[in-house]
T-cell receptor
Framework: KNEVEQSPQNLTAQEGEFITINCSYSVGISALHWLQQHPGGGIVSLFMLSSGKKKHGRLIATINIQEKHSSLHITASHPRDSAVYIC??????????FGPGTRLSVLP | GAVVSQHPSRVICKSGTSVKIECRSL??????MFWYRQFPKQSLMLMATSNEGSKATYEQGVEKDKFLINHASLTLSTLTVTSAHPEDSSFYIC?????????????FGQGTRLTVV
């Protein structure tokens, strides 16, 4: 069993749709990152979460530490949101453990 | 905010040559940097941890003589792929964490796409 799992693996949405990507993990962590990787490859950290909820523009990320689960929501999705979204957790005193990624395509 | 800069973003080299990739932390001193490799449609895999002023720590299965890491200053780590072969073609990316927030924050370079022909 992978330490970090994501669902769905692939997601195609129409522009304007509300999108949810889920992440579940099995280890205790000090933080969880949601990363965005565009086709060119560069990675941007969208959110760092250790508890609760964060919002940035059309993006919302939540985490439930007790249930070891996090969600990334995109409201009013746009084609430029098309990317791979990676959940990455930081177990205490260790390095990142990455989820397999969710490939999102938003169609105009 | 803190930025990690990686150079070059793309490189094509001939088989048998060596390629150096640089990773710089621009806003903070990074005693530790991390090098990852990513094959197409796969997740990032940690190759090695680069430690300023000492030897890098390599993950199991990563050849230290092939992937030379030098962390000569608190803001610069380099990865040199020696005697590159086509199977070394991949996406390489570095990351660094601000020492005062190492348990939570992390920043990634833009990545380097290496193609060995």
């Amino acid at each position: 069993k992978n330490e970090v799992e994501q669902s769905p693996q692939n997601l195609t949405a129409q522009e304007g749709e509300f999108i949810t990507i889920n992440c579940s993990y099995s280890v205790g962590i000090s933080a969880l990152h949601w990363l965005q990787q565009h086709p060119g490859g560069g990675i941007v950290s969208l959110f760092m979460l250790s508890s609760g909820k964060k919002k940035h523009g059309r993006l919302i990320a939540t985490i439930n530490i007790q249930e070891k689960h996090s969600s990334l929501h995109i409201t009013a999705s746009h084609p430029r949101d098309s990317a791979v979204y990676i959940c990455a957790v930081l177990p205490y005193g260790q390095n990142f453990v990455f989820g397999p990624g969710t490939r999102l395509s938003v169609l105009p | 905010g803190a930025v990690v800069s990686q150079h070059p973003s793309r490189v094509i080299c001939k088989s048998g040559t060596s390629v150096k990739i640089e990773c710089r932390s621009l806003d903070f001193q990074a005693t530790t940097m991390f090098w990852y490799r990513q094959f197409p449609k796969q997740s990032l895999m940690l190759m090695a941890t680069s430690n300023e002023g000492s030897k890098a720590t390599y993950e199991q299965g990563v050849e230290k003589d092939k992937f030379l890491i030098n962390h000569a200053s608190l803001t610069l780590s380099t990865l040199t792929v020696t005697s590159a072969h086509p199977e070394d073609s991949s996406f390489y990316i570095c990351s660094a964490r601000p020492p005062d927030r190492a348990n939570t924050e992390a920043f990634f370079g833009q990545g380097t796409r290496l193609t060995v022909v």
